[in-house]
């Protein structure tokens, strides 16, 4: 048996778990809002060809719930009864990934099409102290396949052939009313995964939705198991919540919630501080909040947002008692607290070892941070760099793009960034978009 193919797989035949939706308690959905031509072809060529072949295959999860907003979706991602070896005997284009359990990319030139069978849920590791899964590789139906998932709106299929929406778990009532609805009983759905806690807040601030009140109070419940959860899940899932254009709704709730001062403790200390700023027209709380909605605006202007920028934006301000200080540090501080490259390690050392940041995007982190404050220094308490050197420096561009969401945030200095941008683009030759 090749390495690559699971016993279970080579053992089990997908069309043994074709079922009747309606049979197996789904409500269905003929009239809905999805756009079926916005669609992408290539995920209809895959689910045609496993229709073809007498298996059932439905787009599934959050590119359906986009759909049906009016979001366009990243992914199209699609589930079926037939099996990793099955789906990858259809599709030359075609390579089995993952360890854990098998799934199939299916390659169209640089496009991919992540195809899964479908799964039942797995059994909880086994005491009331753990209760994460370690475990989920066991073959389903598309019912079962939906009572796994998180939310009630990440459940919902949709059937191309009879372009019909087909939703096991309630979620199409929820889409409707804008609410996030765990699958299941919530303490149990959050301590299974604790990521779905911050998983809940994205989608409550990317799709504007509110969360179920049972859903929210089992987050302040059992908020505290996110630290077990791994370390790169958790700033995957950190860059998650501060793109896509819904960073201060997603925020708002981990703040809310408290889920925040257990995530990134630094933030949350400074949003509950005073934090004014001589010279600075809001405290702390609403500059932050004002730069989470200039965020916002940015990554829906088109434009790509480089991870460490985002990051920027998130920890930015709490140096502003740093980037808008001029002469020496109060005598009753220790000098040291108005040291930006003192304070940048003191600040950020502490989260990347707890979320396992990549030492790239650190570094970079630290440089666009440090570079917040030559950018908004009237003079340069130093003559090196130049201005000229300092803007062909590699991070400017990146500490440019920070300074310009900052800026348009506080609603101050855009003249000081415009000016900046010149500068470089005279220097340089290269425009910024």
Not at 235 to 252: D, I, M, T, V
Not at 328 to 334: K, T, V, Y
């Amino acid at each position: 048996m090749p390495p690559d193919v699971l016993e279970s797989d080579r053992l089990e035949d997908g069309h043994e778990r074709n079922i009747d939706p309606r049979a197996c308690g789904a409500t269905i959905y003929a009239e809905h809002d999805l756009d079926f031509d916005a669609i992408n072809e290539d995920a209809i060529k895959v689910l045609r060809r496993l229709n073809r072949h007498d298996f059932q295959a439905y787009l599934v999860g959050g590119c359906v719930r986009d759909l049906l907003v009016g979001q366009r979706p990243k992914d199209f991602d699609i589930a079926t009864s037939a099996t990793p070896r099955q789906i990858k005997s259809l599709f030359r284009n075609s390579r089995l990934i993952g360890r854990r359990f098998r799934l199939v990319h299916v390659h169209f030139g640089a496009h991919i099409i992540e195809v899964a069978t479908f799964r039942k849920n797995a059994e909880a590791a086994g005491d009331d102290d753990d209760p994460m899964i370690r475990s989920d590789n066991v073959f389903g139906t598309a019912a079962e396949d939906a009572q796994r998932r998180d939310f009630t709106i990440n459940g919902l299929y949709f059937d191309i052939e009879k372009r019909e929406v087909i939703d096991f778990v309630g979620g199409m009532p929820d889409v409707k009313r804008k609410c996030i609805e765990i699958i299941g009983d919530p303490v149990t759905r959050l301590r299974e995964d604790p990521v779905r806690m911050l998983r809940a807040a994205k989608f409550a601030g990317r799709l504007d939705f509110d969360l179920a009140a049972d859903l929210y109070d089992a987050i302040t419940e059992v908020r505290q198991d996110l630290t077990k959860s791994a370390a790169p899940r958790l700033f995957e899932e950190l860059l998650r919540l501060l793109g896509g254009g819904g960073s201060l709704g997603a925020f708002e709730v981990l703040f809310d919630t408290q889920l925040l001062e257990v995530y990134l403790p630094e933030v949350s200390a400074f949003l509950d501080a005073d934090n004014v700023v001589e010279g600075l027209q809001h405290r702390g709380e609403q500059r932050f909040w004002n730069s989470m909605k200039s965020l916002d605006r940015a990554c829906k202007s088109g434009v790509p947002v480089d991870s460490a920028v985002k990051l920027g934006v998130l920890f930015c301000h709490l140096f502003d008692h740093i980037l808008h200080h001029n002469g020496a540090p109060p005598q009753d501080e220790p000098p040291s607290h108005y040291d930006i490259g003192v304070m940048v390690e003191k600040v950020f050392d502490p989260v990347a070892l707890r979320m396992q940041i990549p030492k790239k995007d650190l570094y970079r982190l630290k440089q666009i941070i440090i570079a917040m404050r030559r950018l908004l220094s009237k003079k340069s308490r130093s003559r090196k760099p130049s201005p000229n050197q300092f803007v062909r420096k590699e991070y400017f561009p990146d500490a440019l793009r920070l300074f310009d969401i900052y800026s348009q945030g506080l609603g101050e200095f855009q003249g000081d960034c415009h000016a900046w941008k010149q500068r470089y683009e005279k220097v340089t030759g290269r425009t910024l978009s």
